[in-house]
């Protein structure tokens, strides 16, 4: 199985930030590595496709990046209705994994 | 619009077995990968396996001994069964459609509401 390890677990931060998580898999994906946001007690919702592409709707502050096996999810300005769980994900081989999720929280 | 929405037993005992339904609203039900996916908190996210329209299926090795997902097309509806289950299947259990229409890229683009389950004697 792809490991897929995300980092930090957790970090605070205020409206208005510049916010990176990333992603680092066990072994390489190709671009086969997805985004996904959730809230407390909703599922997850698909935000970014193929590293770097945004679902439709997805605001642009969103953005994605990387190749084989380390990849990153930025949020600039960070909006208070971005205050969730990110978790990346592989499609490249089964089983699918995910990772272990990044919890962003307001300072 | 593309709804899932599922539903099934949500408390267990030890050794009994989970059974969950997910009904597929709007779309089409082919060229996709119906697919179930449970989250814990110890665990996280875990991609439990999917079957497209033809019937074909695909398992965790992790749980391919205990998972049966089987598929009715008439209904468009996809069933989960999990065998001899223990306190460490308790979860909650999503359903949700695998896509294509990314290009090669596999994503999960609509999601069930999620079931929780609980086994506990």
């Known amino acids: 199985d792809i490991q897929m390890t995300q980092s930090p677990s957790s970090l605070s931060a205020s409206v208005g930030d510049r916010v990176t998580i990333t992603c680092r898999a066990s072994?390489?994906?190709?671009?086969?590595l997805n985004w996904y946001q959730q809230k407390p007690g909703t599922a997850p919702k698909f935000l970014i496709y193929a590293v770097s592409n945004l679902q439709s709707g997805v605001p642009s502050r969103f953005s994605g990046s990387g190749s084989g096996t380390v990849f990153t999810l930025t949020i600039t300005s960070l909006q208070p209705e971005d205050f969730a769980t990110y978790y990346c994900q592989q499609s490249h081989s089964t089983p699918r994994t995910f990772g272990q999720g990044t919890k962003v929280e307001i300072k | 619009q593309v709804q899932l929405q599922q539903w099934g037993a949500g408390l267990l005992k030890p050794s009994e077995t989970l059974s969950l339904t997910c009904a597929v609203y709007g779309g089409s039900f082919s060229r996709y990968f119906w697919t179930w996916i449970r989250q814990t908190p110890g665990k996280g996210l875990e991609w439990i396996g999917d079957?497209?329209?033809?019937?074909?299926?695909n398992y965790n090795p992790s749980l391919k001994s205990r998972v049966s997902i089987s598929v009715d097309t008439a209904k468009n509806q996809f069933s989960l069964k999990l065998t001899s289950v223990s306190a460490a299947d308790t979860a909650v259990f999503y359903c949700?459609?695998?896509?294509?229409?990314?290009?090669?890229?596999?994503?999960?683009?609509?999601w069930g509401q999620g079931t929780p389950v609980t086994v506990s004697s």
């Open positions: 949700a459609r695998g896509s294509y229409d990314y290009g090669d890229y596999e994503t999960f683009d609509y």
């Open positions: 079957i497209n329209d033809a019937g074909s299926t």
């Open positions: 072994q390489s994906t190709g671009r086969y």
